[in-house]
């Protein structure tokens, strides 16, 4: 007993899981989806020039981000090049029809049918959203030399490679979601961010010649990453009491009981930072259709304003426009969400209240009050995280690493999301938890 105690609760939580058969089964299973998962991501697609694609990649800041989330399967353009990134525009879009659409509402009201129905028709979405990105980024490439094939028939294959590249990915990510431990779409993403990090970290170590500022650098990025763990699992709770009549033995009895309504400081999660980043880089997309490096125009210039990678003065259009955006849409998608959980009315109906405050409009008004300041701290988090890979850059003078805000945001809640569900299935089993 003792040595149990002795050892670190995390490490003893994994040791009580391997030794479930059911809970290690799940736990072998993710792994193996995962390593599945990195093979495809090296399957590379033919007529790919490898030198000038590598050479893009150097040139390009933003191709550079986008490449550590697929975690180097772009960099090598193989199948899995878009990762499940198109399954994720077209979630985001039907999140933002349910709302708007009488018909869809309808169906999201259907219970656990409806949310197949809408899963369903998801991913009807992703097979043309995937088709577009595909054929943009194959576009792209070939303008920039890195693919050599132009012919009709190649650029259906690819097209189509990629397409399917993609599906086959969000499969394995329901397999994790059904069969393994976690959320799979958010763990194959995961997997992606990470496989990248320690080639990232070796290249920085042999060109980086400012070892004092590559350890400054690290020091930031984890005194961030503790920064995004509490403001992720921050909340504010509001007091609710419940009173009721109970009717027995042929008399009334009357019966109160307390409990809490969690408002998050983060409600909004990193959903600001996809739409913000999705804004700021469209112009240099269409820009970069119109670039002429031998004669430069004004779609050279609006790529130079949106490079992520600009120095400074010219990266604070660039990074301020983003902060911005990111508080923006902060306080957008908070109260949009809030506003669709009616939690007022739910009080009301099942005869809740807050203390001191009286149901209906003046609950809902003290409810906003309080949600409103607390999106204040949650957009201002989240635009300082947005912004720390410009302000690691400019204050450790590191080029190599590039570490994406939306990347630390993902693999962290990941992290909290896996641990917590691990903990839940340990606790069904009567094992000892690792989260106070």
Same mark, same amino acid.
């Given at each position: 007993?003792?040595?149990?105690?002795?050892?670190?609760?995390?490490?003893?939580?994994?040791?009580?899981?391997?030794?479930?058969?059911?809970?290690?089964?799940?736990?072998?299973?993710?792994?193996?989806?995962?390593?599945?998962?990195?093979?495809?991501?090296?399957?590379?697609?033919?007529?790919?020039?490898?030198?000038?694609?590598?050479?893009?990649?150097?040139?390009? @800041?933003? $191709?550079?981000?986008?490449?550590?989330? +697929?975690?180097? #399967?772009?960099?090598? !353009? =193989?199948?899995? %090049?878009?990762?499940?990134?198109?399954?994720?525009?077209?979630?985001?879009?039907?999140?933002?029809?349910?709302?708007?659409?009488?018909?869809?509402?309808?169906?999201?009201?259907?219970?656990?049918?409806?949310?197949?129905?809408?899963?369903?028709?998801?991913?009807?979405?992703?097979?043309?959203?995937?088709?577009?990105?595909?054929?943009?980024?194959?576009?792209?490439?070939?303008?920039?030399?890195?693919?050599?094939?132009?012919?009709?028939?190649?650029?259906?294959?690819?097209?189509?490679?990629?397409?399917?590249?993609?599906?086959?990915?969000?499969?394995?990510?329901?397999?994790?979601?059904?069969?393994?431990?976690?959320?799979?779409?958010?763990?194959?993403?995961?997997?992606?961010?990470? @496989?990248? $990090?320690?080639?990232?970290?070796?290249? +920085?170590?042999? #060109?980086?010649?400012? !070892? =004092?500022?590559? %350890?400054?650098?690290?020091?930031?990025?984890?005194?961030?990453?503790?920064?995004?763990?509490?403001?992720?699992?921050?909340?504010?709770?509001?007091?609710?009491?419940?009173?009721?009549?109970?009717?027995?033995?042929?008399?009334?009895?009357?019966?109160?009981?307390?409990?809490?309504?969690?408002?998050?400081?983060?409600?909004?999660?990193?959903?600001?930072?996809?739409?913000?980043?999705?804004?700021?880089?469209?112009?240099?997309?269409?820009?970069?259709?119109?670039?002429?490096?031998?004669?430069?125009?004004?779609?050279?210039?609006?790529?130079?304003?949106?490079?992520?990678?600009?120095?400074?003065?010219?990266?604070?259009?660039?990074?301020?426009?983003?902060?911005?955006?990111?508080?923006?849409?902060?306080?957008?998608?908070?109260?949009?969400?809030?506003?669709?959980?009616?939690?007022?009315?739910?009080?009301?109906?099942?005869?809740?209240?807050?203390?001191?405050?009286?149901?209906?409009?003046?609950?809902?008004?003290?409810?906003?009050?309080?949600?409103?300041?607390?999106?204040?701290?949650?957009?201002?988090?989240?635009?300082?995280?947005?912004?720390?890979?410009?302000?690691?850059?400019?204050?450790?003078?590191?080029?190599?690493?590039?570490?994406?805000?939306?990347?630390?945001?993902?693999?962290?809640?990941?992290?909290?999301?896996?641990?917590?569900?691990?903990?839940?299935?340990?606790?069904?089993?009567?094992?000892?938890?690792?989260?106070?």
């Amino acid at each position: 007993m003792q040595q149990r105690q002795a050892r670190p609760r995390l490490l003893q939580a994994m040791v009580d899981a391997f030794r479930l058969p059911d809970l290690r089964r799940r736990i072998l299973l993710t792994i193996g989806i995962l390593v599945v998962f990195r093979f495809v991501a090296h399957v590379p697609l033919p007529g790919v020039d490898p030198e000038a694609l590598q050479l893009l990649f150097e040139r390009n @800041a933003m $191709l550079g981000m986008l490449d550590m989330f +697929s975690g180097g #399967a772009m960099r090598y !353009f =193989s199948v899995a %090049a878009m990762g499940v990134y198109p399954y994720i525009t077209a979630s985001i879009i039907m999140m933002l029809l349910v709302p708007v659409i009488p018909r869809l509402q309808a169906i999201s009201r259907e219970g656990e049918t409806g949310k197949n129905k809408i899963n369903r028709i998801t991913h009807w979405l992703t097979v043309p959203m995937a088709a577009l990105a595909g054929y943009g980024q194959l576009v792209l490439l070939q303008r920039e030399g890195a693919v050599s094939s132009t012919t009709v028939l190649s650029t259906v294959a690819i097209v189509l490679a990629l397409t399917a590249g993609t599906m086959f990915c969000v499969w394995l990510g329901e397999l994790i979601t059904e069969y393994g431990i976690g959320n799979g779409i958010s763990i194959i993403i995961f997997g992606g961010i990470v @496989a990248g $990090l320690p080639e990232m970290v070796g290249r +920085s170590f042999l #060109a980086q010649a400012n !070892f =004092s500022g590559l %350890a400054v650098y690290i020091l930031i990025a984890l005194a961030t990453t503790v920064l995004i763990v509490i403001f992720t699992e921050a909340h504010r709770r509001i007091p609710v009491q419940y009173a009721r009549s109970v009717f027995r033995g042929g008399r009334m009895y009357k019966q109160s009981g307390s409990t809490h309504i969690p408002l998050r400081v983060n409600t909004a999660g990193m959903i600001p930072l996809i739409f913000a980043m999705s804004i700021v880089i469209f112009p240099s997309m269409v820009a970069s259709y119109f670039a002429n490096p031998a004669e430069p125009n004004i779609a050279n210039s609006i790529m130079n304003l949106f490079d992520p990678g600009a120095a400074l003065p010219m990266g604070l259009f660039y990074w301020g426009l983003y902060f911005l955006l990111v508080v923006a849409f902060a306080f957008f998608y908070t109260m949009v969400v809030f506003q669709q959980q009616d939690l007022p009315g739910t009080l009301q109906r099942q005869g809740g209240f807050i203390p001191g405050i009286r149901p209906g409009r003046l609950t809902a008004n003290y409810l906003n009050q309080v949600i409103k300041r607390l999106t204040w701290g949650g957009a201002l988090f989240l635009a300082l995280v947005a912004v720390m890979p410009f302000l690691m850059r400019e204050i450790t003078n590191v080029q190599v690493i590039q570490l994406s805000s939306m990347g630390m945001l993902i693999v962290v809640g990941v992290v909290l999301d896996t641990m917590k569900q691990l903990e839940a299935q340990l606790v069904m089993r009567r094992y000892e938890g690792f989260i106070k």
